[in-house]
């Protein structure tokens, strides 16, 4: 059975850094695409950042230069590390994973983590 399980979000101050981790447990596949979304109060979930097991990155604008997504394949942690956070980033973070294909109806999600910037 897949699970993921976030930590590290929290409050910072504008401009501040978070680091969120996300444990990947029970995941067989060969292929993957594995990928941080956020959800902010009132509005859809964001694809913000995702990496293929081919080692293909992709972020979303509006975070193109602030945010990194990075794996651990030998602990299964996927990172996102965030810099120069902004109020609009405030919301809760998933990670998520397939094994074909990334965006919001990938199969496996972990249960989100907070964060929280204010200004």
């Known amino acids: 059975q897949v699970r993921l399980v976030e930590s590290g979000g929290g409050s910072v101050q504008t401009g501040g850094s978070l680091r969120l981790s996300c444990g990947v447990f029970g995941y067989s596949y060969s292929t993957y695409c594995m990928g941080w979304f956020r959800q902010a109060p009132g509005k859809e979930r964001e694809e913000v950042a995702t990496i293929l097991s081919s080692g293909d990155r992709y972020y979303s604008d509006s975070v193109k230069g602030r945010f990194t997504i990075s794996q651990d394949n030998a602990k299964n942690i996927l990172y996102l590390q965030m810099n120069n956070l902004q109020p609009e980033d405030t919301a809760m973070y998933y990670c998520?994973?397939?094994?074909?294909?990334?965006?919001?109806?990938?199969?496996?999600w972990g249960q989100g983590t907070q964060v929280t910037v204010s200004s």
């Open positions: 998520a994973a397939d094994p074909t294909s990334c965006g919001p109806h990938a199969s496996y």
